[in-house]
């Protein structure tokens, strides 16, 4: 792509343990072009990030003079530069006070976004990179609704009138991918195309053992051995348990939302979104550039660009 100089205002990096993305963006905060790598912070060796973000940018090297904005598990004790958790409530204004600036000795001018901090019932809960990307979703326009965003640890984060409340994490990817793998329920799954009723079957035995999980989990190996459920569908029978159970978990801590956004465009995002109608939850999708999004409503309140 032919990119004016005059065009772009900010390099925005969505910097994750397992993946890098950047977006270049103009100053309406349109997006111009991205960068995807498998560059994750846990893969960069001897702490040498600015070598890899100026590596995988080699093909932006005319706009590395930018602001450049990073959000995600490079601001984490494992990255570049640990920042502090922001306490709720917080929007674009609040991440934006809390930047942390730093200039390398190769001239970038970097910005680093904080995380938030919550408590749930007294304990403490955190995310880190989601913060940025609601921000994106606050820019397009959305004040009030619940964001769910799943992954290994899905996210579920309350905006009112344009601010984060709150939010909750559910290690619900992590579990799945723990019992498929390591424990006797995974001895009896065989790999299949996506089994939506099977799933759906998993979500409505959520919905019926209530706090029963634990006793429930075990279905996806009894209802096997019992030729109820072939060996190719116990795995999505598995997710459908978990997911039901995080959602009717979630909406126990938030209620009911009269309005969901997913965040993520993943085949996960897609069963989300079938769970989520066993509760009556119609969700709609967030923007893809959300994070770049984000990043450009930080940088505006910020008055970087």
């Known amino acids: 792509m032919n990119l004016a100089e005059s065009e772009s205002a900010l390099i925005g990096i969505d910097w994750g343990n397992s993946s890098f993305r950047a977006a270049l963006v103009c100053r309406d905060g349109k997006v111009l072009d991205r960068i995807a790598s498998d560059n994750g912070i846990l893969g960069v060796q001897d702490g040498n990030f600015e070598s890899v973000l100026t590596g995988v940018l080699a093909i932006w090297s005319r706009h590395l003079n930018l602001p450049i904005v990073l959000s995600g598990m490079i601001t984490s004790r494992n990255g570049w530069v640990e920042t502090p958790y922001i306490d709720l409530p917080a929007a674009a204004m609040k991440l934006a006070e809390n930047i942390k600036h730093i200039k390398t000795e190769k001239g970038l001018n970097l910005h680093f976004v ?119 569908e116990a795995s999505d029978y598995l997710s459908g348990l978990l997911i039901g159970a995080e959602i009717r978990g979630a909406t126990d801590i938030f209620g009911k939302p009269k309005r969901v956004i997913l965040v993520g465009k993943s085949e996960l995002s897609e069963r989300y979104e079938a769970a989520l109608g066993v509760f009556g939850i119609y969700a709609e999708r967030a923007n893809e550039h959300v994070a770049a999004r984000g990043q450009h409503a930080i940088a505006i309140a910020g008055g970087l660009i």
């Open 114 to 232: 904080s995380g938030l901090a919550t408590r749930n019932n007294s304990v403490p809960d955190v995310v880190r990179g989601e913060e940025t990307q609601i921000a994106g979703v606050i820019a397009d326009g959305v004040d009030d609704c619940i964001a769910i965003m799943p992954g290994t640890h899905s996210k579920w984060l309350v905006l009112s009138k344009g601010v984060i409340e709150g939010f909750a994490t559910y290690m619900t990817g992590e579990i799945f991918a723990s019992l498929k793998s390591h424990t006797i329920l995974g001895t009896l799954m065989d790999e299949g195309p996506f089994c939506r009723t099977a799933f759906l079957n998993g979500v409505h035995e959520t919905e019926c053992s209530g706090t029963e999980l634990l006793h429930a989990l075990f279905a996806a190996r009894s209802r096997v051995l019992f030729d109820e459920l072939a060996s190719a």
